[in-house]
């Protein structure tokens, strides 16, 4: 059985500024690293035989503070980066709202719509194809493993929108994993299982 523990990285300066992050970065906050130092405390007698980051700074901030004492190399992994949002990163979400109001709207409500094209944006089709890709490189390299990986809010949503054998229709209804939440997953016979979800026990 191969058991994973999906994180998403600590809150960051962007975060608290409502700024569409994409695959542009936005440094931790404060909290952002303290929230990272509790879950290392928390999972500190959890054996992980791998560690996965994507290699976006923030979720490698967040991965080297969670295993910091361990003597475990970080996996980079490119196809859990968060969405690519083009030309609207770095922006305020009032900014995208008001230049381009459908492709926001369709954003959040109907992700079979999004069309992220007139700002070089990547869309939720591709953006699950990519998961999917980073999914099967886990089950095909940790067959009985217990792993770590470290990704972004809308990937996390797209991940578990796959684990839950969810159509792209249904890409809305996932939630946000909260930040340096955990949720873990086991894989076995051919089956995802969502033990549980975004876990902040760590954080109270």
Do not use: C
């Amino acid at each position: 059985m191969l058991r994973i523990y999906f994180v998403r990285h600590g809150e960051t300066v962007w975060n608290t500024k409502k700024i569409f992050q994409g695959k542009l970065n936005s440094p931790l906050t404060e909290l952002g690293v303290e929230q990272a130092k509790k879950l290392s405390v928390y999972l500190k007698d959890i054996h992980l035989d791998k560690v996965y980051s994507s290699p976006l700074q923030r979720a490698l901030d967040t991965t080297n503070l969670i295993i910091k004492n361990r003597d475990l190399p970080i996996n980079p992994i490119e196809e859990f980066k968060e969405i690519n949002m083009g030309e609207v990163a770095g922006i305020p979400k009032d900014d995208f709202e008001n230049n381009f109001p459908e492709a926001y709207f369709n954003f959040w409500n109907n992700p079979v719509e999004y069309d992220p094209s007139p700002f070089k944006g990547e869309n939720y089709s591709d953006l699950l194809t990519r998961v999917e890709r980073g999914l099967n490189k886990l089950i095909e390299n940790n067959e009985n493993k217990t792993i770590l990986v470290v990704s972004h809010g809308v990937t996390l949503k797209a991940i578990f929108n796959i684990i839950n054998n969810k159509g792209i229709d249904e890409f809305s209804k996932q939630e946000v994993p909260a930040n340096t939440s955990t949720t873990i997953v086991e894989y076995n016979n051919g089956k995802f299982e969502i033990i549980n979800f975004s876990d902040t026990t760590h954080l109270s």
